[in-house]
């Protein structure tokens, strides 16, 4: 298992600061540089035997870009994220980029607007960059619903936010197009369908660039009261923007940039509004971040877990490799020395950075790599993801489904003996949508601000019985993947 080398976490600093300055030590002398790689991954994506059906569950409100930026376009709802208010009730909860949050009712289609962060005074601004920025997650307490509870009534959201609108944490002098925001809500009364209560800010880093911004909030649904990871909120961070990680946040252990953080929402430590717990891995550490725990990623906008605790991170790639990593306490993932299980030729003398290339036979593998990959041959950028732990599609359970935001196709993995740096086999997931065999893309793409041609913008959501959903967001539609059989 090729994870951090075997070394005393204490020892890493140093080793990756010498892999970084002396890169002939892991790829020789200049005469024997390797070449780039055209096709990094030659093998290609079959389609599996699985075959699911799609049915539509309901459409969300239409909302609109504040239009400041070129990458506004005509997506009739910016939907992020579908997720459980984890109640009992059976509600679930979705974001719109634009600010909207929503409680919506997937057996009877109803769609309820619980707050709009417009109408808060919170400083919030997707203009940056509509499609990267605005409200990027959010999370329920496990006591959400649990009167007396501390966290009762507690719920969390992440934005962006007007640089210098509050007092951040890190980076407040690296601000040039906006800050990330964690939010605290309290609700009144959480059976409630439309927010009543109070608000506080909770944690802000700037953002040099507009892109690659915060991501997932979430708590370990399998962490049980008690436990250490208990309550314990999780949220990840992107390099801080623009390509390449120009100011190498992804292995800075100083800037929480590029990373999975970890914090308790519910204490205060070191003048802090919140707490750093006590068993994260670098807390302790002269010059690390201790809210840190585990870094070197370049855009983990979305992880999950499965029921074993185990987390499952979908990190984005640059211009070719799109991963797959096992979430572990400490860890490194590479970039941006490393993409996928590739060298990217950053910080060595003679090679180009953009294309990736083969690693040296004698590498000093210090990285945890991923546990499956696809490179840009078959899709275009790693988005939401989840262990299928419903029960209507017996041939899912147990398989880890996870969606290529642009070209809209649905992969599986077997999650069993997932082996850091010996990427599993990648299958596609087949769909049929009303009775017919089809890609995804066909049904909801629509234009495309990136490049031409079209985006489907798909993620994944889930609800409280482990059933998948599909959010797209040129119709702003949500759908559910359900049994062959039951359409």
């Known amino acids: 298992m090729n994870v951090l080398k075997r070394l005393p976490i204490a020892s890493l600093p140093f080793f990756i600061a010498s892999f970084s300055a002396f890169p002939g030590l892991a790829f020789g002398a200049q005469d024997e540089l390797p070449p780039p790689l055209t096709d990094p991954i030659p093998q290609k994506i079959r389609k599996g035997e699985i075959v699911v059906g799609v049915i539509d569950r309901f459409q969300m409100p239409r909302t609109k870009d504040v239009r400041h930026g070129g990458s506004a376009t005509d997506a009739f709802a910016r939907i992020q994220y579908l997720k459980p208010v984890g109640d009992g009730s059976g509600r679930v909860a979705v974001c719109d980029l634009r600010g909207q949050f929503y409680l919506a009712n997937p057996e009877d289609g109803s769609v309820q607007l619980y707050l709009d962060h417009n109408a808060f005074p919170i400083a919030f601004d997707a203009t940056m960059m509509p499609n990267e920025t605005g409200f990027l997650g959010f999370a329920f307490h496990p006591e959400f619903s649990r009167m007396g509870k501390p966290g009762y009534g507690k719920f969390y959201t992440a934005i962006s936010a007007t640089s210098g609108s509050g007092e951040a944490d890190y980076l407040k002098d690296d601000a040039a197009s906006h800050e990330s925001v964690v939010v605290e809500w309290t609700a009144d009364n959480p059976a409630t369908n439309t927010f009543a209560g109070s608000h506080r800010e909770v944690f802000r880093i700037g953002q040099f660039a507009p892109n690659h911004s915060i991501g997932t909030l979430a708590f370990n649904p399998a962490a049980k009261p008690g436990t250490a990871d208990y309550g314990k909120l999780y949220f990840c961070l992107g390099d801080g923007g623009s390509a390449f990680d120009p100011k190498d946040y992804g292995q800075s252990l100083q800037s929480p940039h590029g990373a999975i953080l970890r914090i308790d929402p519910l204490q205060r430590s070191a003048g802090r509004a919140y707490g750093i717990p006590v068993d994260n891995p670098f807390i302790g550490r002269s010059g690390a971040a201790p809210e840190i725990w585990a870094y070197g990623l370049r855009h983990p906008q979305h992880f999950s877990w499965d029921g074993s605790g185990r987390m499952f991170i979908a990190d984005i790639g640059q211009n070719q490799v799109e991963e797959v990593n096992l979430g572990v306490p400490g860890a490194n993932y590479g970039w941006r020395l490393r993409e996928g299980t590739f060298s990217t030729g950053s910080g060595v003398p003679g090679l180009t950075v953009g294309p990736v290339y083969h690693l040296p036979i004698q590498d000093s593998q210090i990285f945890t790599d991923p546990v499956a ?115």
């Open 373 to 487: 990959q696809y490179d840009h041959d078959e899709a275009r950028a790693i988005g939401s993801g989840y262990v299928y732990e419903g029960s209507r599609i017996e041939a899912l359970i147990g398989k880890y489904i996870f969606a290529d935001i642009v070209l809209g196709r649905l992969f599986y993995i077997d999650t069993d003996n997932l082996k850091p740096g010996k990427p599993t086999e990648i299958r596609e997931l087949r769909v049929a949508i009303n009775g017919k065999e089809q890609d995804l893309i066909d049904v909801v793409g629509y234009p495309n601000t990136y490049r031409p041609g079209p985006r489907a913008d798909l993620r994944l959501g889930v609800d409280e019985s482990g059933e998948l959903y599909l959010l797209s967001k040129g119709d702003g539609r949500v759908r559910q993947i359900v049994p062959l059989d039951s359409i």
